[in-house]
């Protein structure tokens, strides 16, 4: 696997897919810190794709970027076909509502027991669900999912790190998104929470067929999710492939990021 | 030279947080009358800081009736103006040291509990999260904390000014024998809506800076858990000079009405 140089145009795998994600030389600084430089990716119709990168290397940037929370200095950036410079708030909101996205720390709402963290992101988006009055049973379809229901009214503070990022995951789905974006999903977690985690990510994926961009430091989690793996060096693009097409470089600069 | 640059720069710091502040202030005035209107919140929000800071403010009030009665009754003694303290009790509270007091409690209550609940929120994302959710953030945590804090300081000043004079009138009664009726028959008759009204309108104000203070500091925390403590502790003191400085004005064009 030779390292793919910046701005070069991704070819969907199977030369049919529909572009989900399209960045184009994206670039964002801060002051004198230059964290995007010329960034590319694209992300297709029910794939998978993980960003792996050195802290500071730009990637949550690039994931607030795609939800119009950040601004790119340069570049372009759409999602489901749409330029997300150029939308007005109400487009932006009803945009979002397809976009489900876990942060890193989960980012649940203290003040709010499980259910209504789950039924807020509704309060907006109730023609989505078919203006539904009774919002209880998609509030548990969603935590069933994650395997949570005994949680509907509990405080996020009683509960674990684990089930806390269950929850969130639950309540990125509950506007049944299409594309799910994964700051971190497995930081901050023991090993075997990890994996229940990284598994859900899956079941999630096969069972709603969501495309997701994971973010991750994580190997194992790259290794079990991934069908394409793009590292992010120093702001931009430095390679690109399959789990086992970079965890076989010799490149000292990807070597890095997958030795255990 | 290096001093000197220091005060430069901080006199630049103060003018570049008064505008923004200040700008922040114009966001609330523009939001304050666009829809969806998060009335729940804004009721919510009224029983926080109404209903919480109640018993408070009632005991520093009482207190604040009976150590005034106390310190000044061997002055009045001396001159043999014994009978004017009832009127000179209701007239200071009434104008000054009630709403003055009671709002200095509630900068350093409530200005440092919005301004570390919003900085908490801000930091663990979960303002990011409701943006992303399609809801105005600014909306359903910002205009509704300054609208309550707004509406609900006058309140608490009229509570907490009859509260002192029940202090002020208990000790009347207990070391001078005048019976609770004729002492406020006496506060009453000194009193004129030309007290009154200059003193509730103050207090919309004192209420309108504490929120704003507190908001503008908790929403744009930074620096993680250390900006939290930063952002309860400058909203207080922040909020406690404003509520000086537009003490002062009001005092200031109260006069220039009366002159009138």
New interface residues.
């Given amino acids: 696997m030779k390292p793919k140089a910046a701005h070069t145009e991704v070819i969907s795998p199977s030369g049919q897919r529909k572009e989900v994600i399209r960045i184009r030389d994206l670039k964002k600084s801060f002051g004198e810190n230059h964290v995007l430089r010329g960034f590319d990716l694209t992300l297709y119709e029910g794939e998978n794709l993980v960003v792996m990168g050195k802290s500071g290397s730009g990637k949550s940037v690039m994931i607030?970027c795609l939800?119009g929370?950040m601004e790119g200095d340069e570049g372009s950036v759409e999602v489901l076909g749409q330029p997300i410079s150029s939308l007005d708030?109400h487009d932006l909101?009803?945009l979002?509502?397809d976009?489900g996205?876990l942060?890193?720390?989960s980012?649940?709402?203290?003040?709010m027991t499980v259910r209504e963290n789950l039924e807020?992101?509704m309060?907006?988006?109730r023609e989505k669900l078919g203006h539904v009055k009774d919002t209880l049973p998609l509030v548990m379809e969603a935590l069933e999912n994650v395997g949570l229901a005994h949680t509907l009214d509990l405080m996020p503070a009683e509960l674990s790190g684990g089930m806390k990022r269950r929850v969130a995951l639950a309540r990125t789905l509950i506007?049944q998104p299409k594309l799910i974006l994964y700051d971190e999903p497995t930081s901050g977690l023991d090993p075997i929470t990890s994996k229940e985690i990284i598994e859900l990510m899956r079941e999630i994926q096969h069972k709603y067929g969501t495309s997701s961009l994971i973010i991750t430091h994580d190997v194992d989690c790259a290794r079990v999710i991934s069908e394409r793996i793009l590292l992010l060096v120093d702001g931009v693009n430095y390679a690109e492939g399959s789990y086992r097409e970079l965890s076989g470089s010799t490149d000292p600069k990807i070597e890095v990021f997958f030795k255990k | 030279m290096n001093q000197s640059r220091t005060i430069t720069d901080q006199i630049k710091d103060f003018l570049v947080e008064t505008g923004q502040l200040a700008a922040f202030g114009g966001r609330f005035f523009r939001e304050v009358f666009r829809a969806?209107y998060e009335f729940r919140e804004f009721v919510r929000q009224c029983y926080q800081m109404g209903n919480r800071s109640l018993v408070l403010v009632l005991v520093t009030g009482f207190i604040i009736g009976l150590v005034l009665t106390l310190q000044t009754r061997p002055t009045l003694i001396e001159f043999g103006a014994e009978s004017w303290m009832p009127d000179m009790v209701g007239i200071s509270i009434v104008r000054e040291i009630g709403p003055v007091i009671i709002a200095l409690i509630c900068a350093g209550r409530i200005a440092s509990g919005i301004g570390a609940?919003l900085g908490?929120?801000r930091v663990?994302?979960?303002i990011?999260?409701?943006?992303?959710?399609?809801?105005?953030p600014f909306n359903y945590l910002v205009v509704t904390r300054i609208l309550a804090t707004t509406l609900m300081l006058p309140l608490l000043v009229i509570f907490g000014d009859l509260i002192a004079l029940g202090g002020s009138a208990l000790v009347e009664n207990l070391k001078g024998g005048m019976s609770f009726t004729l002492y406020f028959n006496k506060v009453f008759n000194a009193l004129s809506f030309g007290d009154f009204i200059p003193a509730t309108v103050k207090s919309f104000f004192f209420g309108f800076v504490i929120g704003l203070v507190g908001c503008y500091k908790g929403y744009h925390c930074k620096k993680g858990t250390a900006g939290v403590g930063k952002a309860a502790n400058t909203a207080v003191v922040t909020a406690s000079l404003l509520v000086f400085f537009v003490d002062f004005m009001a005092v200031f064009i109260a006069d220039i009405f009366y002159e009138l």
């Avoid at chain 1, 980012?107 to 003040?111: E, G, P, Q, T, W």
């Avoid at chain 2, 990011?128 to 105005?136: K, L, Y």
């Fill in positions: 607030k939800v929370l708030q909101d009803q979002r509502s976009i996205f942060f890193q720390g980012a649940l709402y203290d003040s807020f992101p309060r907006r988006h506007l | 969806p609940e908490s929120m663990t994302e979960q990011d999260a409701m943006e992303v959710s399609g809801t105005n």
